[in-house]
């Protein structure tokens, strides 16, 4: 009988140690992110203009009525195309009155040559004056400096009479009209506005402590309002040294790498500006783990499944997302959600598309 009991108690006990062993822990669905590090900081987009870096703003160079417009605003121009044209009435009396004044000193200039060559004749054979050949030859100077003055005055005034006809002097676009036909303007009034369309830059206007933190090192990126992926990149060439006292703003010009067909002058631009940096990771705020007065994050084993705590140094922080300077690697994946549940070497199930 004592045996018996003996293998009864045995049998009984045995159950009651394999109860005993810890059940596995659980694998735990989480969610992640793989690492990306960032090498660019965003100093924020601005919108913007494409404009021709060359403009200019002609005008007549005398006074008048502008008789007729002889381009529409967006037309092309030619070196030598007429742009618009003064009343010539004024211009055209003057020049009449000095070629007037031109043919009477003329003929003053002939008549003081022949009388200087008689009175030289005379004077030659003895039976004339010097007195009278002095004054004769002071006369022909006298006529032969208004004759030059005559005939400058008539330069002047076919210049003058040239001068109501406005034409460009470089091929360029007509981009803005200053005055209207009918009304009068005064000597270098401004009348119209040609840009030169083969060079091309974007104007942006930014605030005053965006503008302090330019620096050479600077990317823009610059990208059509209407067809985004349309884009190319610029360098700063200009930055107006004066804010807008109105705007509290400063104009910044920018060189384009390249100058894709679509920017056209006046095109509306997004531009976006970055500064090179260290690298540095951004993640989900819920990533991050404190604990025992340590910063770190759960970094999955994608061979094994499992995860392990990894101590990082925090940059930046805010509400939704932290910047982490150094402690992760790219393209390693990061626990998101959950830290606080899991356990150093707890396998985990993820998707692997997450982002």
Same mark, same amino acid.
């Given at each position: 009988?004592?045996?018996?009991?003996?293998?009864?108690?045995?049998?009984?006990?045995?159950?009651?140690?394999?109860?005993?062993?810890?059940?596995?822990?659980?694998? =735990?669905?989480?969610?992640?992110?793989?690492?990306?590090?960032?090498?660019?900081?965003?100093?924020?987009?601005?919108?913007?203009?494409?404009?021709?870096?060359?403009?200019?703003?002609?005008?007549?160079?005398?006074?008048?009525?502008?008789?007729?417009?002889?381009?529409?605003?967006?037309?092309?121009?030619?070196?030598?195309?007429?742009?618009?044209?003064?009343?010539?009435?004024?211009?055209?009396?003057?020049?009449?009155?000095?070629?007037?004044?031109?043919?009477?000193?003329?003929?003053?200039?002939?008549?003081?040559?022949?009388?200087?060559?008689?009175?030289?004749?005379?004077?030659?054979?003895?039976?004339?004056?010097?007195?009278?050949?002095?004054?004769?030859?002071?006369?022909?100077?006298?006529?032969?400096?208004?004759?030059?003055?005559?005939?400058?005055?008539?330069?002047?005034?076919?210049?003058?009479?040239?001068?109501?006809?406005?034409?460009?002097?470089?091929?360029?676009?007509?981009?803005?009209?200053?005055?209207?036909?009918?009304?009068?303007?005064?000597?270098?009034?401004?009348?119209?506005?040609?840009?030169?369309?083969?060079?091309?830059?974007?104007? @942006?206007?930014?605030? @005053?402590?965006?503008?302090?933190?330019?620096?050479?090192?600077?990317?823009?990126?610059?990208?059509?309002?209407?067809?985004?992926? @349309?884009?190319?990149?610029?360098?700063?060439?200009?930055?107006?040294?004066?804010?807008?006292?109105?705007?509290?703003?400063? =104009?910044?010009?920018?060189?384009?790498?390249?100058?894709?067909?679509?920017?056209?002058?006046?095109?509306?631009?997004?531009?976006?500006?970055?500064?090179? @940096?260290?690298?540095?990771?951004?993640?989900?705020?819920?990533?991050?783990?404190?604990?025992?007065?340590?910063?770190?994050?759960?970094?999955?084993?994608?061979?094994?499944?499992?995860?392990?705590?990894?101590?990082?140094?925090?940059?930046? =922080?805010?509400?939704?997302?932290?910047?982490?300077?150094?402690?992760?690697?790219?393209?390693?994946?990061?626990?998101?959600?959950?830290?606080?549940?899991?356990?150093?070497?707890?396998?985990?199930?993820?998707?692997?598309?997450?982002?």
């Amino acid at each position: 009988m004592k045996p018996l009991l003996v293998l009864l108690a045995a049998a009984t006990l045995l159950p009651g140690c394999k109860g005993d062993e810890p059940a596995p822990e659980p694998v =735990r669905p989480v969610l992640s992110t793989l690492v990306e590090p960032q090498m660019q900081s965003q100093l924020g987009r601005f919108a913007g203009t494409i404009q021709a870096r060359f403009e200019s703003t002609l005008g007549f160079r005398v006074s008048g009525r502008i008789a007729r417009r002889w381009v529409d605003v967006g037309a092309q121009v030619k070196p030598g195309d007429t742009l618009a044209t003064l009343d010539p009435t004024d211009q055209q009396n003057q020049l009449r009155a000095a070629e007037g004044d031109l043919a009477r000193v003329q003929a003053q200039w002939i008549n003081a040559q022949a009388n200087a060559r008689r009175q030289q004749q005379l004077y030659d054979r003895g039976v004339g004056a010097q007195a009278q050949l002095d004054v004769a030859q002071t006369d022909l100077k006298t006529t032969g400096a208004s004759l030059e003055q005559a005939r400058s005055a008539v330069s002047q005034a076919r210049d003058q009479l040239g001068y109501t006809t406005l034409k460009a002097d470089h091929g360029a676009v007509v981009t803005a009209w200053r005055a209207e036909a009918g009304q009068t303007v005064s000597a270098g009034q401004e009348v119209v506005t040609l840009a030169r369309p083969d060079v091309k830059e974007a104007v @942006i206007d930014l605030p @005053i402590p965006v503008a302090e933190q330019l620096t050479p090192s600077l990317v823009f990126t610059v990208a059509s309002q209407l067809e985004p992926a @349309i884009s190319t990149t610029a360098t700063l060439r200009e930055l107006e040294p004066q804010a807008d006292a109105t705007t509290r703003t400063r =104009r910044a010009r920018l060189s384009l790498a390249s100058t894709p067909q679509a920017f056209h002058l006046g095109t509306a631009i997004s531009v976006t500006l970055s500064s090179a @940096i260290a690298p540095r990771t951004e993640l989900p705020a819920t990533a991050l783990l404190e604990r025992d007065g340590k910063t770190q994050v759960w970094v999955v084993d994608p061979q094994h499944k499992t995860v392990s705590t990894r101590e990082v140094t925090l940059v930046e =922080r805010s509400e939704r997302r932290v910047v982490l300077g150094a402690g992760v690697q790219p393209g390693e994946r990061v626990v998101t959600a959950g830290v606080n549940s899991l356990k150093p070497g707890q396998q985990v199930k993820f998707d692997e598309d997450a982002r």
